[in-house]
């Protein structure tokens, strides 16, 4: 079982920026991809950013160059920071982990969500 623990969202002004983490502990051998995903009122949960183990980052057009994803292999922990914060990022921030288990199987583990606002 792997636990995740999120912090960093909170209000913050357009143009401001924030950056959250994800820390994974609990029963896993390795921890292959890390990303974050949102979900506004109203719509789909959309992928935020992605990083591989390898570190190979993807995002989408909407955040892309204004948000960086980074992580610490040693510590199991991923970062989003988000910059040039605009209104409609405003949403629910889920961070995703995908770990390798003792017995070879690979899981897809959810964070509890961290709520960004973006407002004046």
């Known amino acids: 079982q792997v636990q995740l623990a999120e912090s960093g969202g909170g209000l913050v002004q357009p143009g401001g920026f924030l950056r959250l983490s994800c820390a994974a502990s609990?029963?896993?051998?390795?921890?292959?991809?890390m990303g974050w995903f949102r979900r506004a009122p109203g719509k789909q949960r959309e992928l935020v950013a992605n990083?591989?183990?390898?570190?190979?980052?993807n995002y989408p057009d909407s955040v892309k160059g204004r948000f960086t994803i980074s992580r610490d292999n040693a510590r199991n922990t991923v970062y989003l920071q988000m910059n040039s914060l605009k209104a409609e990022d405003t949403a629910v921030y889920y961070c995703?982990?995908?770990?390798?288990?003792?017995?070879?199987?690979?899981?897809?583990?959810w964070g509890q969500g961290t709520q960004v606002t973006v407002s004046s």
């Open positions: 990083i591989t183990r390898g570190g190979i980052t």
């Open positions: 609990g029963r896993f051998v390795s921890i292959n991809d």
């Open positions: 995703y982990v995908r770990s390798m288990s003792a017995m070879g199987y690979e899981y897809g583990n």
